[in-house]
């Protein structure tokens, strides 16, 4: 499906006066504009025999009325085709800019600027280049079924492989008022000339060629903005790079980029300083629940006790549930005395000691604890509970309970305690006892 161009013209002759106002302009005559007349004030020499001969002469561009006045301007009159004719001779391809635009990089790096809060820091240019990248127009006579009755001036607008500017790019560059251009820029004939073919090969893929009258292609040249913003806050730094059209920086239709970061991925233009000197988006800036520092949001784990957020080096992983919990949440088993998630505890026993089975001492596990502690073979019945860090152990006779929790990678005993079989209380036990239990 083939694209209509971007309908430019207006239902008056509007469109017509501000083609030829810039025409007359880039010819060298000196003119304005006053309501619907172009008034020339003057003529070069060399261009009067081609204009009728006048040194001054007033065009009319009505949008309705009499059209058979000498000074009345519309698609047929001569003089149109005569000064197209005359800047082709000379130029090949029109030549302009917009006539509103930035001009130097101080009119553009404000704007830049404006897009950020630094948070206790400064922003500033890191360097930065304004240059002239080339646009084409292409102006031609509208003569489809919905013209023929009046033919449309129109103009269509493309990059240099050709491909269409959206409606919108064109009125926020200001492609719809141009000026003559007053700069030397170089152009070779060659140069020129492919250009042409480009704008107009556009024109033959957007309207069938006998409903189109191409009358001139023009080189638009605007402004593009390239370079790197600098961030400053304390000692931190850091920079982003920037491109795009000038003028939509300046007008505030097209932001420089956001800073990102993985915490924050979809980027941010307020911008903020780590305690340890990353300049990050703001809104990844988080406390650390137990330092108090300001760090990136991924630094942080999440307690699973608590909800609490703090740096790893605060987090031990509970030995009975592997749950990463803050090392400040923990409780202390009644039984086994080891240090657990808050979670993991009920009526003040972890999960593992509220586990203990029987097992015999045919049991891996037992034959391991059995072969370091040999004296303990001698207790008829045994229940094991295991945790990722312990071994938890409970020996018993016919009135007499013994419970040993051994470290499960050097077997180091941690907890040596003496019960009752008719009480659930523990009593530690003494060196004494230990020696006799053990050694």
């Not at 000064?83 to 101080?106: H, M, W």
């Not at 990353?278 to 137990?290: D, G, L, N, Q």
Request: hydrophobic content about 40%; glycine content about 6%; some cysteine.
């Amino acid at each position: 499906m083939s694209l209509s161009p971007p309908d430019t013209a207006s239902k008056t002759d509007s469109e017509l006066l501000e083609f030829m106002l810039w025409l007359l302009a880039a010819l060298g005559c000196k003119c304005r504009r006053q309501d619907e007349t172009i008034v020339v004030e003057f003529v070069p020499d060399s261009l009067r025999p081609k204009i009728g001969g006048d040194a001054a002469l007033k065009l009319e561009f009505p949008a309705t009325g009499a059209i058979d006045q000498a000074s009345v301007v519309t698609l047929d009159s001569p003089i149109i085709r005569s000064l197209i004719d005359e800047l082709k001779a000379t130029q090949i391809v029109g030549r302009a800019a917009p006539a509103d635009q930035p001009e130097s990089v101080r009119e553009v790096s404000q704007r830049l600027f404006d897009a950020y809060t630094v948070d206790g820091g400064s922003v500033h240019l890191g360097g930065c280049t304004l240059e002239d990248r080339a646009v084409l127009r292409v102006t031609y006579v509208d003569r489809s079924d919905a013209a023929k009755m009046k033919p449309r001036l129109r103009q269509h607008f493309v990059t240099l492989s050709g491909e269409p500017l959206s409606t919108s790019l064109v009125e926020s560059l200001g492609l719809k008022h141009l000026v003559p251009l007053t700069r030397s820029i170089r152009m070779a004939d060659d140069q020129r000339e492919r250009w042409k073919h480009i704008a107009e090969t556009a024109i033959k893929g957007l309207v069938r060629g006998n409903e189109s009258d191409v009358l001139l292609t023009t080189v638009v040249w605007c402004k593009f903005a390239e370079g790197k913003l600098a961030f400053v806050i304390g000692d931190a730094t850091t920079a982003i790079g920037f491109s795009g059209w000038a003028q939509l920086f300046v007008d505030g239709s097209e932001k420089p980029p956001a800073l990102v970061c993985e915490s924050y991925p979809q980027g941010s233009h307020h911008l903020a300083a780590t305690d340890d000197g990353r300049i990050v988006p703001f809104e990844a800036v988080v406390t650390c629940s137990e330092s108090g520092k300001r760090v990136l949001s991924g630094d942080l784990e999440t307690c699973q006790a608590t909800g609490s957020k703090a740096l790893p080096e605060f987090f031990v992983s509970c030995p009975t549930s592997g749950a990463r919990v803050l090392r400040t949440s923990l409780v202390a088993c009644a039984t086994c005395q080891q240090m657990v998630s808050p979670t993991s505890c009920d009526a003040r026993q972890c999960s593992g000691c509220r586990s203990l089975a029987k097992v015999s001492k045919n049991d891996p596990r037992m034959a391991r604890v059995l072969d370091e502690y040999p004296k303990l073979d001698r207790w008829p019945r045994w229940k094991l509970a295991e945790t990722n860090a312990a071994y938890v152990l409970v020996a018993s006779s016919l009135a007499k309970r013994l419970l040993i929790v051994i470290d499960k990678h050097d077997l180091e005993v941690l907890r040596l305690a003496k019960g009752s079989y008719f009480s659930t209380k523990w009593t530690e036990a003494t060196e004494l006892d230990r020696t006799a239990c053990l050694q």
